[in-house]
């Protein structure tokens, strides 16, 4: 056994996986051997999910009862919605209000004396949980605005669904591809916190209810699921500080500000995921105002080409790019890291199955660093 330490365990495998895999050097993300490219622009978001849970991509004979099944399951008890809305009426935190209603889910769950070992049972959980998050948050985003939540919509797909319940309207089919686009490519990347997280409560055998909650308490941290949301603020900032995007990039570079949306803890050139969505911000922005795709794409190719910061390993990550998309969706801010997720729920599920299906219990150890011989003296001499 190595006594070498791996602070944030750096380059230790743990597992193995089909799932998805990460080239940093080369940008490349693949989900079960397709690039992410091929599935985020001929794929929809039901498709990915079958591809993870399944192995596979679905026929269309088999992605309809799928389908079904995920809109068929939409509905969330009438205690749930009574609960978001008494959260949002205290103002709580909309990762923390999803995280209370995906531990609800599980009061109503059909199957909840399944076998721990019935993998088949704990997909069903999966996908139970994975239809409902978009209901709660919409719900719980619409109380926030002092308006009824809106029931699903029986003829939209899960990405096309959350937009309506968030806003009352359908959304027109840019709206609809781009978010639908923003899910697939945010499913999975590897061993990531909340990922790992999940996998650690699922070899335990605790049910999926907790393995996701655990993955939403880890994706709630500013660490790992925030930078969409940081990313989004600052350009607020710079749009109100009347100054040109380049002179506020250069005084906060001055002042050592870090610019979020830059770097990433895997990639060494520009996060694949970044180039998609900035197409797409492109898009959108062709179509209303294109304010916030010109400071983005302005601030990239200052710091980029000018900065060198490509030289050095620093190149945009998704959030670069998501959160302006989702800005321009008309999504709050605050929701962004719940909308991540939304999708990355799809991710957590097939990664507990998948080690589930060969488990061993993660039980790392620590070295321990302190006193071997303290002398004990009894309460009253002390």
């Known amino acids: 056994m190595s006594d070498d330490l791996k602070k944030g365990l750096e380059g230790v495998l743990v597992a193995e996986s089909e799932l998805s895999s990460i080239d940093g050097d080369a940008g490349r993300l693949i989900y079960r051997g397709y690039a992410i490219e ?69 009061a109503f769950e059909p199957e909840s004396d399944a076998d721990p070992e019935d993998l088949d049972a704990t997909l069903r959980q999966g996908r139970r949980i994975t239809a409902k998050i978009p209901t709660a948050l919409a719900a719980f985003e619409r109380y926030r605005i002092g308006e009824e ?33 923003a899910l697939i490519l945010h499913a999975d990347h590897g061993l990531n916190a909340s990922t790992f997280t999940s996998m650690v409560i699922g070899s335990t055998m605790a049910d999926i209810y907790s393995a996701v909650t655990g993955g939403i308490c880890a994706l709630s941290g500013p660490l790992h699921g925030g930078a969409n949301q940081d990313v989004m603020e600052v350009l607020m900032e ?20 870090r610019i979020p949306g830059f770097g990433h803890r895997v990639y060494n050139v520009k996060d694949p995921r970044a180039k998609i969505l900035q197409e797409r911000s492109e898009e959108l922005a062709a179509e209303g105002d294109s304010k916030w795709y010109d400071i983005t794409s302005t601030i990239e190719e200052y710091l980029t080409e000018e900065k060198g910061l490509v030289d050095k390993g620093i190149a945009p990550n998704v959030d670069f790019y998501s959160g302006s998309v989702y800005y321009q969706l008309g999504i709050p801010i605050d929701m962004y890291t719940p909308i991540f997720a939304m999708s990355r729920v799809g991710g957590w599920i ?8 060969d488990n061993r219990l993660i039980r790392p150890r620590a070295r321990y660093v302190g006193s071997e011989d303290q002398g004990f003296v009894p309460l009253e001499e002390r």
């Open 38 to 106: 091929e599935l985020a622009r001929g794929t929809s978001y039901e498709e990915a999910l079958y591809l993870l849970w399944n192995g596979y991509l679905p026929t269309e004979d088999e992605l309809e009862p799928f389908a079904d099944a995920l809109m068929n399951e939409r509905e969330v008890d009438d205690t749930v919605l009574e609960t978001m809305e008494k959260l949002a009426a205290a103002d709580e935190r909309p990762m923390a209000a999803l995280r209370t209603a995906v531990s609800m889910f599980s």
């Open 149 to 181: 939540p809106v029931d699903p919509h029986p003829d939209l797909g899960l990405a096309a669904n959350f937009l309506y319940m968030l806003t009352g309207e359908e959304p027109d089919d840019v709206a609809a591809e781009t978010f639908d686009q």
């Open 238 to 257: 710079i749009d109100e500080s009347n100054l040109d995007p380049l002179d506020w990039v250069e005084q906060a570079t001055d002042e050592g500000r």
């Open 350 to 357: 097939a990664h507990v199955l998948e080690y589930q299906d």
